[in-house]
């Protein structure tokens, strides 16, 4: 509606593959797409999260103190102490919202045929669909994502080698959170779009 022309897309984690997404479906709409940790991407080997939730176990799911503190340990590399009144009230909004978020990650994998030893062949992954590609993109990943393995990164980039990337030492799943100098660094030095 504001018609500025192809903007850059970015996004973390579903965020990464809704960005993914657009630029795939939309690629007039995308100048450059930035996934970061994002979903939707997968690794030939190592998929823990997508391996979690075939075991039926849900991460986000969250209905107490303990688990939420495991969540937050597992989303960041180092130790990190959340500004209490934010981490109060985020505990407290997952435990209340944790059948939205059991049935978020239900209706995301059920339309998928996920199968976890072919995840490529499932339906889930965009590494076959950014493949020739008109927007270009490039990756920023945290080193110690516990979600999505750094490791996708490395096989996209050799499978698309005109890909872009940023490897974030010592950072998690949320680099913006974690690192956002680092991110934003990452951003800011790219090249304008021709």
Not at 55 to 72: A, L
Not at 144 to 166: N, V, W, Y
Request: hydrophobic share 35%; net charge negative.
């Amino acid at each position: 509606e504001l018609d500025r022309g192809p903007v850059w897309l970015m996004g973390n984690s579903l965020g990464g593959a809704i960005s993914s997404g657009v630029a795939c479906e939309y690629p007039h709409l995308v100048a450059r797409c930035l996934p970061v940790g994002p979903a939707g991407y997968t690794h030939s080997s190592s998929n823990p999260i997508y391996d979690e939730i075939a075991r039926g176990e849900n991460p986000f799911f969250v209905s107490n103190d303990m688990e939420y503190r495991r969540f937050i340990q597992r989303l960041f590399h180092g130790e990190r102490r959340p500004i209490p009144f934010i981490s109060a009230f985020l505990r407290e909004k997952m435990i209340q919202e944790n059948e939205w978020y059991q049935k978020l990650i239900n209706q995301l994998t059920a339309e998928m045929d996920f199968q976890v030893a072919h995840p490529e062949e499932s339906g889930v992954s965009f590494n076959r669909r950014i493949e020739g590609s008109a927007v270009p993109f490039h990756f920023i990943w945290g080193e110690s994502d516990s979600f999505f393995d750094a490791r996708i990164m490395e096989e996209l980039k050799e499978s698309h080698p005109g890909i872009g990337t940023t490897l974030i030492g010592q950072c998690g799943h949320c680099p913006h959170l974690e690192s956002p100098s680092e991110q934003a660094r990452a951003v800011l030095d790219l090249p304008p779009v021709s």
